[in-house]
């Protein structure tokens, strides 16, 4: 099993293991027309999770644990901004060519068999239309530990997040609104058919990261537009049939001549 890629949910884990602290992960994935588009995360820490991270790590643990191979592996990253209540956020986005790269962005955001399963995204042409659908199961163990793997934990001396189980618990990690992790989805298209809350071509979900109790969810979503591939292909049929029927018109005409 490959290591994760972007540690950014990591560092949510990270940021809360030594303090209370209020930690938001935001992925949202484009699509575009043709079945290609973008990931984007972003991880917004409060002031005290933010001096947590600060604090975390030396040289190069503490960039290997971060933001160590992002850029190697395909992600751009936005400089980290800093707000005057000592707030941060991360950004990090990666594209992906078609449907069937979506899976594996995703694999690097939560990991191998991690936070999301099962990831499909389906582009289906028809008549004068596109269909797009996309699902995901989200799996959420309810502790902040979900996000450790062999090598942090060997960073760490042996602990998952460098806490006992009993530290984390002190820290807030019992606390469901600790750590939030939010999904939006965004499909071309626009008025979303989806299990979740939509607005406009957006369809997201919300889950509690921490607080002790697993959840399991599978999320789904679809649109439909006219204005897709197959759409174009209609267009050019629709010309040709017209200019051989014009033709045909003008031969006629010329016989009778």
Request: hydrophobic share 40%.
């Amino acid at each position: 099993m490959r290591r994760r890629v972007v540690p950014l949910l990591v560092c949510c884990a990270l940021a809360l293991a030594a303090t209370a602290c209020r930690v938001r992960a935001d992925v949202v994935v484009e699509v575009r027309a043709d079945g290609s588009g973008t990931v984007e995360v972003t991880v917004e820490l409060d002031p005290a999770a933010a001096r947590r991270l600060g604090d975390h790590g030396r040289g190069a643990d503490r960039d290997r644990l971060a933001l160590g191979d992002l850029e190697a592996a395909g992600w751009s990253l936005e400089e980290p901004e800093r707000a005057d209540d000592g707030s941060v956020t991360f950004v990090a986005r990666r594209p992906f060519a078609g449907p069937d790269q979506l899976g594996d962005v995703l694999d690097e955001v939560g990991g191998v068999d991690g936070v999301f399963r099962d990831v499909r995204l389906d582009v289906e042409d028809r008549f004068g239309s596109t269909e797009y659908r996309f699902a995901s199961e989200v799996h959420l163990t309810g502790s902040p530990e979900q996000f450790s793997d062999a090598f942090l934990t060997e960073v760490l001396d042996g602990l998952p997040l460098a806490r006992s189980p009993e530290e984390l618990v002190a820290a807030g990690a019992d606390d469901p609104e600790a750590i939030t992790l939010g999904l939006t989805v965004s499909l071309p298209g626009g008025d979303p058919n989806a299990d979740g809350a939509a607005d406009r071509d957006r369809s997201s979900w919300e889950f509690p990261v921490t607080g002790g109790e697993p959840s399991e969810e599978r999320v789904t979503v679809s649109s439909v537009t006219s204005r897709g591939r197959t759409g174009v292909l209609v267009g050019i049929a629709v010309v040709a049939t017209v200019a051989a029927l014009a033709a045909v018109t003008v031969g006629l005409l010329r016989r009778r001549a």
